[in-house]
């Protein structure tokens, strides 16, 4: 699998996760992603992307609510 396809089912993971209602934060989220054995330089990846992490907290938060 291309380090692009890898990054997009993390991506999509990390959503799902989110959504589960399990999570406080993109932080949370990241530990998680980390203990189900994505890469960690993937996780970063994601990090980078501040409009995502901004998704991914507030799909956490809703999912709490």
Known sequence: MSDDALFMSLRERAYELAESGRFKDWLK???????EGFLGALIKRLDGDALAVMMIT?????ART
Do not use: E, H
């Open 29 to 35: 989220v990241a530990d998680a992603l980390l203990a």
């Open 58 to 62: 507030r799909c956490c938060q809703q």
